[in-house]
């Protein structure tokens, strides 16, 4: 029997813009959706997930469900610490859990998941995972997949 | 015993913009919560829960939950109708479920729903709807709102 | 010797969003961007070089410079009245001028001015209009060309 | 006789995200007033002239004119590194010209200018720099500012 590969996490940490915040100085909720790209995108690039790797294989991975509950608002000028989780599946999707902590005081401001499917190049939905999906797998099964440990500032901009 | 008051719903009409696909055509998935705000603040303004009239009482209502399915994708040019049902609660909340159909066929693009909270002008969580709502949910009951029925363009652009 | 034929204008209307302004309930100076897309997009449409013209064609009409004026802030909730103006040109390219009003007291807000070049297929500049384009020139030199006079409500949201 | 002070100028690093591009893998004309704005701000922070310190003294610094030119397209995956440089003013406004370079090869995409004003707290326009200004402004004429000299990742996400 084996047991199910452990989530691969990545932080990214980010500042609250300026014109993200709204007119009580909270960020408005819409903005929360490209903070957790931001962390899936920044994981995805280090295990060979990124949007990159689907497009050069032709594949495509459309977010077909989302899911963010909203604790306690991020400020203007906060900084944010984004983890993005991708937890292991049996079946061709990806999940990936996300938690949005105020970096000062490491407060859990928001959580939130993602789901997403799979499909082939000729847009039909895959039934199983395609082969390089398969060896990220394998690596990760192995627990060869060594993801950052550390917070890094965003990548994106 | 009172039968619960049926929804109170509003459908707005937008194009898809250019910049909001991406490189597959297709709209990116953050943009559909502005969609939904849209349709919501457009019935708000209808039946007296606007972001104004929250402001007015000096009410905040932050989105403390929000989910949706995408089941096929929005793309460039479509036109969406997008309803925004405002379903009764007996607890100082605002739960909004939502619908995005392509205009041209009715076709069911994506589901979603909101929960807002209430929060006192000092910030403490409203554990009963203040009076300005309680004489909007006073009108719901004895069925006196009456809400545009066809479809109109959004007034946001 | 002939006249410049006058320029060809559109007007839509639309109300500037919550998540548009910022924390002094004034419109973030890049919104504006979008605003004046959607008045040119709009005007696009009815005169034949709307984005789906140009995807159809396989030209491209990409933006080389943008100048935007800023006179008086835009505020949350106010209703704008964004005019495009399609300015003759000699030589392949486009230049639009924009105004936006107020919609409440017509206070001119904004100025703006935008210049497209033409790109063909294979990405080079276009010397020449492309006869597509030419065709609508020819109904523009002939005054044939009719645009809505009146301020239609945005069709983007 | 006293020369003008050189400019102060500070370079972010950022890479372009997937929602950032258009269906033909270029950024949107639009998402480049929020890059200038990224690194505007972090030079900003630096020099003791950000956002903060402005709303910290109760002035604000609206934007009153905006220009940009697009010589080549950014696309998706690119890195950039966007160079804000505030100029000298002998009359109270900021002016910063910016430069916009795929990081890869160095290659000039865009430049850029904006202009802004200052107004009192009572929102009428200030005639001469306030005293948190002048105080910046004295450290700047005796080339007492530091700015990091070596491009940084941009702190927004």
Do not use: C
């Amino acid at each position: 029997m084996t047991a199910t590969p452990p989530p691969l996490s990545h932080t990214v940490r980010l500042t609250v813009r300026f014109k993200e915040s709204d007119l009580l100085g909270i960020v408005w909720h819409g903005n929360y959706v490209t903070y957790l790209e931001d962390a899936r995108q920044a994981l995805g690039v280090q295990i060979g997930l990124s949007y990159e790797d689907f497009m050069r294989q032709r594949f495509a991975a459309p977010i077909v469900d989302l899911r963010l509950q909203y604790k306690r608002p991020a400020k203007y000028g906060d900084k944010l610490d984004v983890t993005a989780s991708l937890v292991w599946q049996e079946v061709p999707k990806f999940v990936h859990r996300y938690e949005i902590r105020r970096s000062s005081d490491s407060e859990l401001l928001t959580t939130a998941e993602t789901t997403q499917v799979l499909l082939h190049p000729d847009g039909s939905l895959a039934l199983n995972f395609p082969p390089f999906v398969e060896a990220v797998r394998e690596r990760w099964r192995r627990n060869e997949i060594k993801v950052a440990g550390k917070t890094e500032t965003s990548p994106f901009g």
